[in-house]
């Protein structure tokens, strides 16, 4: 427990990923393997006090995604999402899993590794899940964080002003403004993001850098250089 309690043990990932068990669309066994495992992660992150970040496409099971994975809305039909969705939202409430609770909608879906679909399906797809864990009371305390992107937001950055577009648009923003910087640079980001929030209109909310750093960059000169620069934008980072 020494190690978590000294460092200081801020913030949690979870979600099963890489789990042999492929997850939701491997079967019930597959989605129970993850979920038990993300359970007892979440509980020994609140053991420490830490927020927990949730990953619903590990729990889905895109890390073992193939030619013939099913991805949610494939021909028009969400059918099968919202079982997820039902069944996942049900198996938090009964593990007492709200309390410290963020919900990223869905990882790096600019990329092909998590999503292998249109822009236009997974922009469905976060308006759809925003408005399903918001119409829950029981739900109100638990954040919600998108779009966790593998690229950083820019005004030329078309799939970025897609999202922040529809969002707006929507009135679906989320609690945490979020994306990764493998690489990048917070200076660079807190401009760049600043002019798609003004230029589409959409309000400021927390900024949370949920994956950063290159291998080669963690090591002690690379970690004092991120969490000086997450500092001083006060970004959150893991």
Excluded at 19 to 43: C, H, K, S, T, V
Excluded at 61 to 68: E, I, Y
Excluded at 113 to 127: A, E, I, K, T
């Amino acid at each position: 427990d020494h190690f978590y309690q000294e460092m200081g043990f801020n913030y949690a990932r979870i979600g099963g990923a890489q789990l042999e068990q492929g997850g939701w669309i491997m079967g019930p066994d597959a989605y129970a393997a993850r979920f038990d495992n993300a359970r007892e992660n979440y509980q020994e992150a609140r053991r420490f006090g830490a927020p927990v970040i949730i990953l619903p496409h590990d729990i889905w099971g895109t890390d073992h995604a193939n030619s013939s994975t099913v991805w949610p809305g494939d021909n028009g039909d969400w059918t099968n999402y919202d079982e997820f969705l039902n069944r996942l939202i049900s198996d938090l409430k009964s593990n007492n899993m709200l309390d410290g609770l963020i919900w990223d909608i869905w990882n790096e879906p600019d990329g092909s590794g998590f999503w292998n679909r249109p822009q236009s399906q997974y922009l469905d797809l976060y308006v759809r899940t925003h408005q399903r864990l918001r119409r829950d009371a029981d739900l109100n305390n638990v954040l919600i964080s998108g779009p966790s992107s593998a690229g950083q937001p820019s005004v030329n950055n078309g799939w970025w002003t897609a999202w922040i577009q529809r969002v707006v648009a929507d009135n679906t923003i989320p609690d945490q403004y979020t994306w990764h910087d493998e690489p990048g640079d917070p200076a660079v980001d807190d401009n760049n993001f600043k002019a798609v929030l003004q230029q589409y209109n959409a309000p400021s909310r927390t900024v949370n850098i949920n994956e950063y750093a290159t291998f080669d960059q963690q090591i002690a000169a690379g970690a004092a250089w991120w969490i000086s620069r997450l500092e001083r934008y006060d970004f959150i980072g893991l």
